[in-house]
């Protein structure tokens, strides 16, 4: 076949031909949107499925417990949503209103988890830390059978913890920078070997990090029990996981960056120092905080390496020393319920400290890599414009 | 990655070829590589040598304790007997029940979250996710003690109740007509497993969602246009093409709830028999054997130990090392190209 018409395309400065009629704007099709007749038969089976299982539970069946009748329940409203949708539309549309049924529920129900554990451990201890003994006293003076008015509280368990977590970071930080530095920005065979068994070390349970750490640094070398041994015990936990972390911030800075840095003339160190950690900034400092979230709450390495004490101890290098997670652990049970509601309090200071942690990670890591803050925007535009000259009338 | 030394190929016939380019680094250069590669040997070597040693103290046990170590339940590492069977049994047991309970929420919402929830919303579902891998295990263990575990007997003692005949749900050790046998229903394996699930539907979402976000947008919409419903859409597009990714996360989360300490610590009754029977108010982990036990501390039991983590620390190391695979596979792009 030949093309016997030859095409004649307008140009480009060709006026758009006024004889055509503008198409009608099209209206984007809201696919997430739910329509107000598929919520009033979703609303209908949840009353019906409800009813019905009341019905089958209360007069029927001999059985009781509201486990069993919430399954019930949410059973009968997806045969009943089912149902109503298949009668109204069709087989293909009725599958598809239950699956994004079921799809919700799984939603609902983590976000219902979180909020139900934040929530009671909140209710539980939160009257406790208004306490101010609970920031300033310790155990020392309390025992099970002490009289009313002691003050008691889990000072020590809060400096043990800071400390315990200072350590980590000082000996984990460095180290799990420049190693994940050097498989990204050096490379070479030997990184790839590195990257293997960093990535091995994080299969490492805490457990068995704290109990290498009991063997070799608390009996071997016959340091005793100490705050040291237990910040040792963190930093094999946290290295790895910054370490990652911290790779896979620089693997997102984008190449051409680098290349233009070196183009100028740069050196290695150069760029990296006034290109790459720059961008990747906010990153780094969200993986550090994230691997600090990820220690603060580990219970295992400090129960078998820095042991108890009830008494305040600042000094990390010699003496037991507690931690909130192993103070919470010891006294959850206690039959003192002094000792349980500050079990409570340690919990809520806890989840504080990871609720503060997390914020401040989303706070910096919100941007992207390369991404500034709106103030270094600020100032940059401003110092762009000062160089430009003034536009004169 | 910088490489930028770069050889010409030698080819006479092209007549002009790239010109060689010799790289010459200044000194802060070279103090910067070798530094960066110093601290990752030390690195290396400090885990290296962790692995050794876990390897030279157990291995003493191992061989003390020969194939038995595989088939005994009993642990006595002072009399020589002592063994894995009855520990590995109760911790895969806890991890499955954590996985079945998981493995569907932890699913569906991911789905949720990257294929109906509204743009805002997808956010600050995404934070959540987060944030629940972020509180610690010893709040999940305290609020599975307090809450979860009594809302659970019921359930486990009508399993026992009406599914006696699956050999998992049988109970040997409690009088099921005996009154207030409630009581006897806590401690068990299957509760810890719902309790350790908790700490596994973050991981796993997160990595699903990830998976499930990558999803190609044209093929999507293709399936759109075909006149797929959204359920449609996932069932044909996301579903398979986020399939490796949901097995990697699945196991992620399945090396997380092996490892599980402490709120199993907190919940189990410890008893090292070996038994398939999850509701029996008793049970034992490896982690848990080693929080319970270290107290011990002569040198046999430590090696003992060393040689229960080193088992344990087998078992994750796989599980991760598959699950890594799995995940690496289904993620396109090493880096981002401007």
């Not at chain 1, 790459?276 to 220690?295: D, E, F, K, N, W």
Request: hydrophobic fraction near 50%.
């Amino acid at each position: 076949m030949t093309v016997t018409e030859p095409i004649v395309r307008p140009g480009p400065d060709a006026p758009p031909p006024a004889s055509a009629p503008r198409p009608p704007e099209q209206a984007r099709v809201a696919l997430r949107r739910v329509a107000p007749d598929d919520i009033g038969v979703a609303l209908g089976a949840m009353v019906a499925g409800a009813s019905f299982a009341w019905v089958l539970y209360g007069r029927i069946l001999p059985v009781a417990g509201w486990q069993g009748y919430l399954i019930t329940a949410y059973l009968s409203f997806l045969l009943l949503y089912a149902i109503a949708t298949h009668m109204r539309l069709d087989r293909v549309a009725a599958g598809d209103r239950v699956a994004g049924a079921v799809i919700s529920t799984g939603a609902a129900l983590m976000v219902g988890t979180v909020a139900t554990v934040i929530g009671y451990v909140f209710v539980k201890g939160f009257g406790r830390i208004l306490n101010t003994d609970f920031f300033t006293a310790t155990q020392r003076h309390f025992s099970a059978l002490s009289p009313h008015g002691v003050s008691v509280g889990a000072a020590h368990a809060i400096v043990g913890t800071f400390e315990q977590m200072g350590i980590a970071i000082l000996l984990s930080v460095p180290l799990g920078v420049i190693a994940a530095i050097y498989m990204n920005e050096v490379g070479g065979r030997f990184a790839a070997v590195v990257r293997v068994v960093v990535e091995a070390m994080t299969a490492i349970p805490s457990v068995v990090a704290g109990l290498f750490v009991y063997a070799f640094f608390v009996i071997s070398l016959g340091q005793g029990f100490c705050g040291l041994a237990a910040g040792l015990a963190l930093s094999v936990e946290m290295m790895p996981v910054v370490c990652r972390a911290t790779e896979v911030v620089l693997r997102l800075v984008p190449n051409g960056l680098r290349e233009a840095s070196l183009a100028l003339g740069a050196g290695e160190f150069r760029t990296l120092w006034n290109v790459v950690l720059p961008t990747a900034r906010s990153g780094l400092v969200t993986a550090v905080i994230l691997g600090c979230a990820r220690v603060v709450g580990e219970t295992a390495p400090v129960l078998l390496v820095a042991g108890g004490g009830a008494g305040m101890n600042w000094d990390p290098f010699s003496g037991v020393q507690t931690s909130l997670p192993y103070f919470i652990w010891v006294n959850y049970k206690s039959p003192s319920d002094e000792l349980n509601s500050l079990a409570w309090g340690a919990s809520v200071t806890l989840l504080l400290i990871v609720l503060v942690l997390f914020s401040l990670a989303r706070l910096i890591g919100g941007r992207g890599p390369g991404e500034s803050r709106r103030r270094t925007r600020r100032r940059a535009g401003a110092s762009a414009k000062s160089l430009t000259p003034e536009p004169t009338s | 990655m910088a490489h930028p030394t770069v050889f010409a190929p030698e080819s006479p016939e092209l007549a002009d070829r790239p010109r060689r380019i010799v790289v010459r680094r200044t000194r802060a250069d070279h103090v910067f590589r070798w530094t960066t590669r110093g601290v990752a040997m030390l690195v290396l070597a400090l885990l290296a040598a962790i692995g050794g040693y876990l390897l030279y103290q157990g291995s003493g046990a191992l061989d003390r304790a020969g194939w038995g170590f595989l088939t005994e339940d009993a642990w006595e590492p002072k009399g020589g007997t002592f063994g894995v069977r009855g520990l590995l049994t109760g911790t895969v047991l806890v991890a499955i029940v954590a996985l079945i309970v998981a493995v569907p929420i932890a699913l569906t919402a991911a789905l949720y979250i990257t294929e109906f929830a509204p743009r805002r919303l997808r956010g600050v579902l995404t934070s959540i996710v987060d944030l629940m891998a972020a509180v610690p295990s010893i709040i999940y263990g305290i609020f599975g003690f307090f809450v979860l575990q009594p809302q659970l007997i019921p359930v486990s003692r009508w399993l026992a109740t009406n599914f006696d005949f699956l050999p998992i749900f049988e109970i040997r050790t409690i009088d099921v007509k005996a009154r207030f046998v409630d009581s006897q229903f806590s401690s068990s394996l299957f509760i810890s497993g719902v309790v350790v699930s908790t700490m596994v539907i973050p991981i796993c979402c997160a990595v699903s969602r990830e998976v499930f976000g990558q999803a190609p947008v044209g093929e999507k919409e293709g399936a759109l246009a075909l006149g797929a419903t959204r359920w449609g859409v996932i069932r044909a597009v996301v579903l398979p093409f986020g399939r490796g990714g949901m097995i990697g996360g699945v196991m992620l989360g399945l090396g997380r709830a092996l490892g599980e300490t402490i709120a199993v610590a907190m919940i189990i009754s410890f008893n090292t028999d070996f038994s398939f029977r999850v509701l029996d108010g008793q049970g034992s982990t490896i982690s848990s054997l080693i929080v319970l036990k270290y107290g011990e501390a002569d040198t046999e039991s430590i090696s003992a130990l060393m040689a229960a983590g080193l088992a344990l620390f087998v078992l994750t190391l796989a599980v991760n090392t598959v699950a890594g695979v799995l995940v690496a596979r289904s993620r396109s792009g090493k880096s981002t190209e401007i």
